[in-house]
Each structure stands twice: as structure tokens, then as C-alpha cells.
């Protein structure tokens, strides 16, 4: 099992920029992909960057460059945070944090309770 916690988001002017944070907790060994995803009113939820377990990243088209993934795991700290800069009316979205792991009974899909990002054009 893998706990989430997000924290960050909130409202911003286009062109501004947010950082928001996801902690997992749990069983972070079995991890073999962490990152976010979002979903706006009316669409479907995507992925906006991630990790893999390899430490590779992997980031939607329209973000490259404006966005970025990093992660702490020192002191046994296991978050990853999202940097969004250069903030689009497009960008308006509940952003969720998402954990993959594997095991015995197949794939497991973790997710975070959402954080919601507006920004204001």
C-alpha cells in the first residue's frame, strides 16, 4: 500500500508560476512510477510529467519546458514535486499525484485526493 498526500495549488495569474508536492508513504520500495496527472472539467484525466523507476521523466507535449518533476528522497522522505511555470488559462485543472507499483496480484494504481490549480487569464 501507498499513501499520498499533496499539498500546493491554489490560484494564479497566467504567467505566473506554482510549485505543488506529493509525499508518499508506505511501500515506497515497490514505486515504478511516480508522478501527475490532471484532469479539467469535462476532460479526461492525463498525465502532466512522471518518473519512472529507471529515474527517466516523461512529460506531456504542451508543459515541455514550462514544467518540471524532481523528487526528494533523502532522510527517507519520498515526495515529488511539481514546478509549473509560465502558467496558461489552459493549465486550470485538479491535479493529482500518482504512484504505480507492481506486485503479485498485478498492477496497482495509487492516487492522491487532488489539488485543485486555477489560473486566472
Not at 29 to 38: E, Q
Not at 47 to 60: I, K, Q
Not at 67 to 86: E, G, H, P
Not at 88 to 105: G, I, M, P, Q, R
Request: hydrophobic share 30%; net charge positive.
Amino acid at each position: 500500500q501507498v499513501q499520498l498526500v499533496e499539498s500546493g495549488g491554489g490560484l494564479v495569474q497566467a504567467g505566473g508560476s506554482l510549485r505543488i508536492s506529493c509525499e508518499a508513504s508506505g511501500s515506497t520500495s515497490s514505486i515504478n512510477a511516480i508522478g501527475w496527472y490532471r484532469q479539467a472539467p469535462g476532460k479526461q484525466r492525463e498525465l502532466v510529467a512522471e518518473f519512472s523507476r529507471d529515474g527517466s521523466t516523461n512529460y506531456l507535449d504542451s508543459v515541455k519546458g514550462r514544467f518540471n518533476i524532481s523528487r526528494d528522497n533523502a532522510n527517507a522522505k519520498n515526495t515529488v514535486y511539481l514546478q509549473m511555470n509560465r502558467l496558461k488559462f489552459e493549465d486550470t485543472a485538479v491535479y493529482y499525484c500518482h504512484v504505480l507499483t507492481w506486485s503479485w496480484s498485478g498492477r496497482n494504481d495509487y492516487w492522491g485526493q487532488g489539488t485543485q490549480v486555477t489560473v486566472s487569464s
